[in-house]
């Protein structure tokens, strides 16, 4: 079993949806958690970053952690062609120095 | 400046090439890390610098050489590579134990 699983899709939503992207993790060590969107042949960019159970809002999007579940979510509210990218969830533990663990990325297409 | 620079953009190179790769950034950060990323895949982590000094190297081939000048550059050298280490070459940066780490574009390298 990976220590991250995230389906790696693809997902294709009509624009103007609302999206829900999703990571299952089995260390319950993970304390921090981190949402990277990454569009084809170009570097992640850190969108989200929770370290506590509940919701934390940014504009558009909401990162959403439940650590009794071992689940994060991250919602796109009103989503746009633009939103079209790889979504990557991300997480560490305070002990595990300075390596990050990643899910394997959501593949997401909004359709105008 | 939230950035991180990467040189150069792609690079071809044979397998008898010695080449290298830059990366630097200016946040002031102290952590840097070189990531390897195959298609479809998460970044796959090869070295971090913490202080300037190397502290993980995650078992990567001697045919890659880091090197960290001075705080804001981090180069990674490539010598005698073969095709399968084509590539997207992450740089990242991140300071203090949140962790949280901040990518460059990347270098798409294609060995021949």
């Known amino acids: 079993q990976k220590e991250v699983e995230q389906d790696p899709g693809p997902l294709s939503v009509p624009e103007g949806a609302i999206v829900s992207l999703n990571c299952t993790y089995s260390?319950?060590?993970?304390?921090?958690f981190m949402w990277y969107r990454q569009y084809s042949r170009k570097g992640p960019e850190l969108l989200m970053y929770?370290?506590?159970?509940g919701n934390k809002e940014d504009g558009r999007f909401t990162a959403q952690v439940d650590k009794s579940s071992k689940y994060i979510s991250l919602f796109i509210r009103d989503s746009q062609p633009s939103d079209s990218a790889t979504y990557l969830c991300?997480?560490?533990?305070?002990?595990?120095?300075?390596?990050?663990?990643f899910g394997t990325g959501t593949k997401l297409q909004v359709i105008p | 400046d939230t950035e991180v620079t990467q040189t150069p953009k792609h690079l071809v190179m044979g397998m008898t090439n010695k080449k290298s790769l830059k990366c630097e950034q200016h946040?002031?950060?102290?952590?840097m890390y070189w990531y390897k990323q195959k298609a479809k895949k998460p970044p796959e982590l090869m070295f971090v610098?913490?202080?300037?000094?190397?502290?993980i190297n995650e078992s990567v081939p001697s045919r890659f050489s880091p090197e960290c000048p001075n705080s804001s550059l981090l180069n990674l050298h490539l010598h005698a590579l073969q095709p399968e280490d084509s590539a997207l070459y992450l740089c990242?940066?991140?300071?203090?134990?949140?962790?949280?780490?901040?990518f460059g574009p990347g270098t798409r390298l294609t060995v021949l």
């Open positions: 990242a940066s991140s300071q203090g134990t949140r962790n949280e780490q901040f």
């Open positions: 260390n319950s060590a993970f304390q921090y």
């Open positions: 929770t370290y506590s159970s």
């Open positions: 991300a997480m560490k533990d305070p002990g595990g120095y300075q390596k990050v663990t």
């Open positions: 946040m002031g950060h102290r952590a």
């Open positions: 610098y913490s202080y300037e000094k190397l502290s």
